[in-house]
């Protein structure tokens, strides 16, 4: 199995990313990070151990607390987008969540150190915990297996503003920082691919809400709120990046198309802060990444059905 973490900014997909790992039998999940970005930090905290109750891990996985904010600029959250991440959902003692006394960027740094060259990151938030690690640690690059970074746009739209996806627009220093450092990087972007290939129409959504066991039900529950942000923007259906980052890991054979880009964000603009210019072949620059082009939706689709047939029993 994989060893792995997820540093996360929990709202609803990166729930969804986070029962892959708790929940693919190929997946070592072995912390969760947590970083400053879709909702308030207390309630990224608490729905993060929302889902590892209703995985059936609670006390198994632990949970660290990082970086409060961006590394530069204010944060800016995605509550529009995403409500409270859990569609309402509390669990009775929703305020005495256990964390672990390690702070994340430590936790990163430990786990990374513990595996030299094993440990893979799903980084599905803003980059600053990854880009604190890397400044704190000169080591921390050299022991990171690979980076799984769900952010920019392959030269398509922003989700945020024209130019920028909202995970690079938050802390784009952190990004930048982090597409240099010489980390072996996975990206998977906006657009094209997330908005052609990972989103669930409310057909496929009906499909998955008849699969009846918990699971399902906490799935349809914490779509729901960006499902009608989606729609009113005019994006067919849920949007699903952040589990499609964790399982393209854990799958490669969902992967249809990936190429090595240079990968770079802006960082002086005001206009295009958070831009990712993903550089192919032609403009002569030395690849930093690979960005996943297109991937196999229907068998995505599928994956994710699978997981929710899951006969767990929350904890
Ligand atoms: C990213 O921002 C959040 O809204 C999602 O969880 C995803 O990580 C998409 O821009
Ligand atoms: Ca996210």
Do not use: Q
């Given at each position: 199995s994989i060893p792995l973490v997820i540093d996360t900014d929990t709202a609803q997909d990166d729930c969804v990313a986070l029962l892959v790992g708790l929940l693919d039998p190929d997946a070592e999940l072995r912390a969760i990070t947590m970083v400053a970005g879709n909702v308030g930090f207390a309630q990224q905290v608490r729905n993060a151990h929302l889902?590892?109750?209703?995985?059936?891990?609670?006390?198994?996985?632990?949970?660290?607390?990082?970086?409060r904010r961006p590394l530069v600029r204010e944060w800016v959250s995605a509550e529009n987008v995403h409500g409270d991440g859990s569609g309402g959902l509390r669990l009775a003692?929703?305020?005495?969540?256990?964390?672990?006394?390690?702070?994340?960027?430590?936790?990163?740094?430990?786990?990374?150190a513990e595996a030299p060259g094993e440990l893979r990151i799903v980084c599905i938030g803003p980059l600053t915990n990854i880009a604190t690690a890397l400044v704190k640690d000169p080591d921390f690059v050299r022991n990171v297996g690979s980076l799984w970074?769900?952010?920019?746009?392959n030269n398509g739209r922003g989700n945020i503003t024209a130019a920028a996806e909202y995970n690079f627009y938050v802390d784009p220093e952190a990004a930048k920082a982090v597409f240099a450092a010489g980390f072996d990087i996975t990206v998977?972007?906006?657009?094209?691919?997330?908005?052609?290939?990972?989103?669930?129409?409310?057909?496929?959504?009906?499909?998955?809400?008849?699969?009846?066991?918990?699971?399902?039900?906490?799935?349809?529950r914490i779509v729901g709120t960006t499902l009608a942000f989606d729609e009113s923007v005019g994006i067919p259906g849920s949007t699903h990046p952040d589990s499609?980052?964790?399982?393209?890991?854990?799958?490669?054979?969902?992967?249809?198309?990936?190429?090595?880009?240079?990968?770079d964000v802006e960082t002086g603009s005001e206009l295009t802060r958070g831009y990712s210019a993903m550089s192919w072949g032609v403009h002569g620059l030395e690849p930093n990444a690979r960005v996943i082009e297109r991937i196999d939706p229907e068998a995505f689709f599928a994956y994710i059905g699978g997981l929710l047939r899951s006969e767990v029993q929350p904890s």
């Open positions: 889902t590892l109750a209703m995985a059936g891990r609670l006390g198994e996985v632990p949970i660290h607390l990082g970086c003692d929703a305020d005495d969540v256990e964390v672990s006394d390690e702070h994340a960027v430590d936790a990163l740094i430990r786990l990374a970074i769900m952010g920019g746009s998977v972007p906006w657009d094209p691919l997330t908005l052609r290939d990972a989103v669930f129409s409310r057909e496929r959504l009906a499909e998955l809400a008849t699969i009846g066991t918990p699971l399902a039900r906490f799935f349809t499609l980052t964790a399982a393209v890991l854990l799958h490669p054979e969902l992967v249809l198309a990936s190429a090595p880009y240079a990968v």
